[in-house]
């Protein structure tokens, strides 16, 4: 498959992700900018542009992923796999706090790709607290 990520592809990405961040959860619709089509393995790294390594991401968490695979576990200091949608499930690695605002990482993985992924950013939070007061937060 060539560099470009095509039109079809980037539709079948979006649907899948059905329009949230495959890692904050956020929706696209309330997000203030433009999401992106990630390569889960980055180019750098030899990954490929196929639907298999794509994802659906918000600026901020592929901003502070960039082409990051692995961070150290914050209760361990060991370093570990960033959370992979394609290869983990979310519910077993993050759970939202009661208030719902905040995630926490259920496993090394999940605990550091909330720390290199800064998931808990204040702007985040904020527009938690809001989708929460409208009641399309936290998604199923």
Excluded at 14 to 26: I, K, L, P, Q
Excluded at 48 to 66: I, P, Y
Aim: aromatic share 6%; proline share 7%.
């Amino acid at each position: 498959m060539s560099e470009q990520v095509g039109a079809a592809l980037r539709r079948l990405v979006r649907a899948r992700a059905h329009g949230r961040c495959e890692y904050c959860r956020t929706p696209e619709a309330y997000a203030p900018e433009r999401f992106s089509i990630e390569h889960i393995c980055p180019r750098s790294k030899r990954g490929l542009t196929t639907l298999e390594n794509l994802a659906l991401s918000c600026q901020g968490c592929n901003n502070h992923k960039f082409v990051r695979t692995r961070a150290p576990d914050p209760v361990t200091d060991i370093m570990t796999a960033l959370y992979h949608p394609r290869e983990h499930l979310w519910h077993e690695h993050f759970a939202w706090l009661p208030d719902a605002r905040r995630l926490v990482g259920l496993t090394a993985t999940g605990r550091a790709t909330v720390e290199a992924l800064r998931l808990n950013r204040p702007g985040l939070v904020n527009l938690r607290e809001a989708l929460v007061a409208i009641g399309i937060h936290p998604p199923d």
